[in-house]
């Protein structure tokens, strides 16, 4: 039974955008199962699969009521993907872009958009698991899909490590032009600080805002930090730290060897998750 725990946390962590979420929702399914009696059940996997999905679901639910008194920006729980985690199968977990679009979707559309795009469901099976018609799971599929702009999920292309490193040299050079030169012009700042660390409480959009705000916190707080580089949800990443303790993980997505997406992760108790798990994967 403990060989399907990677998979079913993979499960869970898509739906939820919670790494820690998820493994309490496996852990507490697994127990149930060890702790049932008189019950015959003749595919274990798929009996795990359909509660912990169901499960997830849920908890789902109750994240996003808690969303809606969440100071500022809320972003899902990073996983870091540059190193081996036995905790889960890391070829399924989403891109964090793609987490970060998930959080439109109501927890039902979510699942269903996750068991037929990313893990290949028919909608004969997404009905089974989650007890709907197959009719009601095409019609949400569809909803989620509108929803989405009908954005797929596409595999993952490797950034080159010399975006980093260019970035990185033009924003210790201090000039803003050359900094503007590496970004889209519908570039996306979002910041989460969880109500205990600073950051933007709302998106900074386009160039001139997002230049500024990622030159200003550089040379204020991080021009002397140690840093590393990464990978986090398959996107490339720079983490800071302080006292050799994660302060801040910046979250790149590329596009068109320009930089499209940045989310900086400040929230202490994400990045608690995220060090802790960077630090068994080495």
């Known amino acids: 039974m403990d060989s399907l725990r990677p998979l079913l946390t993979s499960y869970a ?45 849920n ?12 100071p500022g920006n809320w972003l899902p729980e990073p996983v870091a993907t540059e190193t081996a985690d036995a905790g889960l199968n890391q070829q399924d977990i989403l891109s964090y ?31 089974e698991v989650l007890d709907i018609s197959i009719e009601n799971s095409r019609k949400i599929l569809s909803r989620a899909r509108k929803e989405l702009q009908n954005v797929t999920v596409n595999e993952n292309v490797k950034t080159p490590t010399e975006y980093l490193d260019r970035y990185m040299d033009v924003i210790r050079s201090r000039d803003i032009k050359k900094l503007e ?45 140690h840093f590393e580089y990464g990978q986090v949800n398959h996107h490339p990443a720079i983490f800071y730290f302080e006292n050799e303790q994660l302060v801040n993980c910046q979250i790149f997505e590329f596009r068109d060897g320009l930089i499209h997406r940045v989310y900086q992760m400040r929230n202490p108790d994400k990045l608690a998750a995220l060090a802790e798990q960077r630090n068994k994967a080495i």
């Open 181 to 225: 030169q590496l970004l889209s012009r519908d570039i996306v700042l979002v910041s989460d600080g969880g109500g205990k660390a600073a950051a933007a409480l709302n998106p900074l959009i386009g160039v001139e805002s997002a230049s500024l705000f990622l030159a200003g916190i550089f040379n204020k707080f991080y021009h002397d930090r």
């Open 13 to 57: 962590y898509n739906i939820l955008g919670s790494y820690e979420e998820a493994k309490d929702v496996v852990q507490d399914v697994m127990l149930e199962m060890i702790n049932r009696t008189g019950a015959d059940i003749q595919n274990q996997k798929a009996y795990l699969t359909r509660s912990v999905i169901n499960r997830a679901i």
């Open 59 to 70: 908890a789902r639910n109750r994240l996003q009521k808690m969303q809606a008194a969440y």
């Open 97 to 127: 872009s793609l987490m970060v679009l998930l959080e439109k979707l109501d927890a039902k559309q979510r699942a269903v958009f996750i068991l037929k795009e990313a893990f290949s469901y028919e909608h004969e099976e997404i009905a």
